[in-house]
Structures are given as structure tokens and as C-alpha cells.
């Protein structure tokens, strides 16, 4: 698997999410794992986002987790996040909650702060846990305050 890890404009991400990855094995030899990672104000905190998604991803792709459904989860989620506090939303389309119910069985509250993966009903939970916890013992490796990191992650969705 050959990987490239990017930092991009926030506004560039496909959905809200501040790491982002897609995964080509459509390509002529090793699969492409492509790391999309918001630019934040401190280099480590870009690089601890980097190494969350490419863990979770090898991880996923490890356990035949498909990009495309992890995606689907977590745009569902960040459309159902946009949804909070109303039940339905105009046009004739089921709410983006209602689709994770019917799809993943998720009842889970979706707050401002909640992250997809973090959703037990997630297809990849248990992959984002492992790649939190790595993340969370290289930041504390490399001198990085985690509330500061939070702050920074939230700071890019104002």
C-alpha cells in the first residue's frame, strides 16, 4: 500500500471532518491510501491527525472494512449532526438520523463535540479506538497539551 498523507484547507474536506482518508485499489499495482488532514495552527497537531487515519485506515483495510461504507457512516453522521433538534428535514427525504437508525441500528446521541468513530454502531469502532488511542500516546510522546488539540480541531468548524 503506498500512502500519501496531505494538509489541506479545511474548506477542502468532502464532508466536516478534520482527517479525512480514501483508499484506490482500482490503480495499477499497490493500493493509494490518500490522507486528507486540516490545516491546523501547530505542524504536530496535523501530524497526530495524520497518524489517527492512517492507522484507522490500514486497520479497516486489514479487517475488509470498506472505505466507501465508512464514509457513508460518516457523512450520514455529520448530515444528522446539521439535523439536531429537529426530526425531519424539508423534501421528502428521510432524516439523515432516521437513515443511520434504519442502516446501523444508531439511537446514540449526536452532540458538537461527538466524532463518528466514536459511535458504537460505527462500522469501524473498534479501528478508531486503537487509532485514538496511538494518537493520544504520540501527542503526549511529542509534548502536545490535548485540550490545546481539541481547541484547535473545534476551532476549525466556526
Not at 474548506?11 to 482518508?21: A, F, I, L, N
Not at 449526536?110 to 496511538?134: N, W
Request: charged letters at 30%; glycine letters at 6%; aromatic letters at 8%.
Amino acid at each position: 500500500m503506498d500512502i500519501l498523507a496531505e494538509v489541506i484547507p479545511h474548506s477542502q474536506q468532502r464532508y466536516p471532518t478534520t482527517g479525512d482518508w480514501l483508499l484506490d485499489e482500482d490503480r495499477e499495482g499497490p493500493a493509494l491510501l490518500r490522507v486528507l488532514v486540516s490545516k491546523m495552527p501547530d505542524e504536530r497537531f496535523c501530524t497526530l491527525v495524520a497518524i489517527h487515519e492512517i492507522i484507522e485506515a490500514v486497520l479497516c483495510y486489514v479487517a475488509k472494512i470498506d472505505e466507501k461504507e465508512v464514509s457513508r457512516f460518516d457523512m450520514l453522521y455529520e448530515k444528522a449532526r446539521e439535523q439536531i433538534g429537529t426530526d425531519t428535514i424539508p423534501g421528502e427525504q428521510l432524516s439523515p438520523k432516521f437513515q443511520l437508525f434504519l442502516e446501523y441500528g444508531c439511537k446514540c446521541p449526536i452532540t458538537d463535540e461527538s466524532e463518528p468513530g466514536d459511535d458504537v454502531h460505527a462500522p469501524y469502532y473498534k479501528q478508531h479506538q486503537l487509532a485514538t488511542s496511538v494518537e493520544r500516546m504520540m501527542g503526549a510522546e511529542m509534548g502536545v497539551d490535548w485540550n490545546a488539540y481539541e481547541q484547535a480541531n473545534l476551532e476549525l468548524y466556526k
